[in-house]
């Protein structure tokens, strides 16, 4: 199978190249790691091939095909050339790293597979994913069982693409190389996801570990690095104290039941969707509904730590390496379109972090200060060169998308807050209250010990803290795109994760200050230990105990199906084969899963809320789709189908029972039928527009 071939040789050479670059690093980190090198640099080459195949060399049909076998044999190329020069003790890996990572994967198949999965032949996806999963799923089937070159969004056809989707194109090129739409999904969150909890890991190792590390157990670094894992698969929101009401009935003993934990049902929080001061971007959905986020999240971790471990190693007096930031520059500025939100978040806390480390570090010695100016300027330089092109194509659709002003994020959304209905007044101290009680509600003690982590940290933990801190007051004051909770939750997740082997740092430390008390002999001294260790376990516990809750709601969530019934399922197989790779369709809007979509081809218009939050006007489009099936007559049908960019009209059972408009079927029953699938309430009749106009 091709997918198999490309991802073993594309994976291997990614490896090989993070080798050569990050010797260092530890081989959790650069195995996952090469697996996201490949994605970032095949899935340009992949799109390059496609799209010049399918709009130069008039092969649509293979474009797809021929950039993956070209990407291959690249891929194979670099496996040749650099490596030569791994040896077998690159790939050793320590026993406790071997069964951290058996536990990453196994974590990491359980949510993914929770999400999306197979029963009795049927791919099944859960309720709470599933409406993301119907633009992803419908944005990569128009690369693999369409060509979509030049690229439009499939759910506002006619338009040039306003979205990232840099992995939704290489979910299709593992779908053209020979997997489902399910493991072409799945398999990269399970890396991606692994990727991320190892790195987090060995970022909280190489930051807190002691220079001649101990035995593991220790070792604070590692136990740092545990934590920040438990951090970063938890939620640390004050949500839990609904489950102990709702679920437990108030009482606490109840709530600790493994029963009623175990059939806990949804999640416990619903902002900003609903009036709730806890927002639902800390739970697990945040990356269960949106693959590209996982994948971007760990390679933003993996490029951290590459940093990081570059910067903790230089000498006093030493610029950094200009191979090593040009190399760090060119991979992050490619990278721009598997999430833009993401990407402008960690530009800001990689831009703060050479500041504070570097400029800031050497503003006294001017010799010292040009060098690392130079230094930076070779990781400034390619990544805006290589992103700002894409930036400037993915801008948000209209003069309304792209960035903005927006004080408090998420403060302002609930009406219990003193400043609903707008920005923060930054001169009020109501405004302010309520800021802080947002984040006491959704972060817990989370912000309190990150605080004591700067106060216990050394001076460069408390420049990482700072340029941390940068990406928080970042969302907190730049709106990026139009929906400010559905896109800067990502700013805040990258937050979460650059601050989270800081916190467990401050966690570890509180327990080590405790046992060093421990360890003499006055009676008040060992108390004041133990009080000391039980805080450290307490705040530990109070942290995660969402999150476990959370994972509740995924084990029990329910399931729907992704490709309808039979009937659909029919129509989809008919659209893939007899009606051209580009064509567009006329159906109900507001549709998720409808069948030119998992045809791999565009709509008029889909849901309204994606193509709106990317910046399409979409008031016009859901006019003349009303009109026109509920047109009085074939001439002004055919008057207003001329205006729309659609070639097929489908009438199917949606099309029928759309609270939408009342559809005319009299105008529709004396137009030929192209295609008929099904009988009664299933049946869907497609009318091709040449022929009946």
């Known amino acids: 199978m091709l997918a198999a071939a490309y991802l073993l040789v594309a994976g291997l050479a990614g490896f090989a190249v993070l080798t050569r670059a990050l010797p260092s690093a530890p081989a959790i980190v650069r195995i996952p790691g090469g697996f996201l090198l490949a994605v970032v640099v095949t899935s340009w080459t992949t799109y390059a091939v496609a799209f010049t195949a399918a709009e130069v060399l008039g092969w649509a049909e293979r474009a797809l095909q021929l950039g993956l076998i070209v990407s291959t044999a690249l891929a194979g190329v670099v496996l040749l050339v650099v490596g030569r020069r791994v040896r077998p003790p690159d790939l050793r890996i320590p026993r406790l790293d071997a069964a951290l990572a058996v536990l990453a994967v196994a974590v990491s198949w359980w949510f993914m597979h929770s999400r999306l999965r197979q029963e009795n032949g049927e791919t099944l996806v859960s309720a709470n994913t599933w409406g993301d999963l119907g633009l992803h799923g419908a944005l990569s089937r128009s690369f693999s069982v369409g060509a979509n070159y030049p690229t439009q969004y499939p759910f506002f056809a006619g338009e040039p693409i306003r979205y990232h989707f840099g992995f939704d194109f290489f979910a299709a090129m593992l779908q053209e190389g020979g997997l489902s739409l399910l493991w072409s999904f799945n398999l990269p969150a399970i890396i991606g996801f692994t990727a991320m909890l190892l790195t987090t890991f060995a970022i909280a190792r190489l930051l807190f570990s002691p220079v001649a590390p101990p035995r593991w157990w220790s070792d604070r670094g590692v136990w740092a690095g545990l934590v920040a894992v438990a951090l970063l698969l938890t939620n640390q929101s004050l949500g839990w104290l609904r489950y102990v009401q709702e679920d437990g009935g108030g009482s606490l003993l109840t709530a600790l039941r493994p029963s009623v934990l175990w059939a806990h049902e949804g999640y416990l929080t619903g902002g900003p969707y609903t009036d709730d001061r806890i927002v639902m971007f800390n739970t697990p959905n945040a990356y269960l509904t949106q693959t590209h986020l996982i994948v971007a999240m760990a390679l ?184 400010v909770g559905g896109q800067n939750h990502k700013v805040f997740n990258l937050w979460e994760n650059l601050a989270g082997p800081f916190v467990a740092f401050a966690l570890v430390m509180i327990w080590v200050g405790g046992g060093r008390l421990l360890r003499r002999h006055a009676h008040g001294i060992r108390l004041r230990g133990l009080v000391a260790r039980t805080t450290a376990v307490s705040l530990t516990g109070l942290l995660v105990v969402s999150g476990v809750i959370d994972a509740m709601t995924v084990k029990n969530d329910y399931m729907v199906g992704v490709f309808g019934d039979e009937t659909q399922q029919e129509a989809m197989d008919w659209i893939i084969a007899e009606t051209p790779l580009r064509s567009t369709f006329l159906t109900d809007y507001d549709q998720l899963y409808s069948a030119p979509l998992l045809a791999g081809r565009g709509v008029a218009l889909g849901y309204s809320s994606w193509a709106s939050s990317a910046g399409y006007d979409v008031a016009p489009r859901q006019e003349a789709i009303a009109a026109i099936y509920s047109a009085p007559s074939p001439g002004t049908a055919c008057g207003l189908l001329v205006t729309q960019p659609v070639d097929y009209v489908l009438v199917g059972p949606q099309e029928r029972a759309s609270p939408r408009f009342e559809l005319n079927e009299a105008l529709f029953d004396g137009w030929p039928a192209e295609a008929s699938f099904g009988v009664d309430a299933t049946r869907t009749v497609i009318y091709r527009v040449a022929d009946v106009c």
């Open 300 to 483: 933003v971790l993996l490029l951290v730590y590459a940093v990081l471990a570059h910067l903790v190693g230089l000498g006093d007096g030493e610029a950094p390496d200009r191979r090593v930031l040009a190399g760090v520059g060119v991979t992050f500025g490619v990278a721009f379109w598997l999430n833009g939100v993401v990407w402008l978040a960690a530009a800001v806390f990689l831009g703060a972090l050479l500041l504070l480390l570097g400029v800031l570090a050497a503003r006294s010695d001017r010799r010292r200060l040009m060098a690392w100016l130079k230094a930076g300027a070779w990781f400034a330089v390619p990544a805006l060169a290589l992103a700002v092109p894409q930036a400037l194509l993915l801008n948000g659709g209209s003069a309304q998308g792209g960035l903005g002003i927006h004080l408090g994020y998420l403060t302002c959304a609930s009406t219990a807050s003193s400043c609903h209905g707008g920005d923060m007044d930054l001169l009020s101290v109501a405004d302010w209250w309520s800021f802080a009680q947002y984040w006491w509600l959704n972060e817990g003690a989370f912000i309190p010990l990150l605080a004591l982590a700067f106060a216990l940290g050394s001076w460069r933990d408390r420049r990482i803290i700072a340029a941390t801190t940068s990406v928080f007051l970042w969302g907190s004051v730049v709106q990026v795109g139009q929906d």
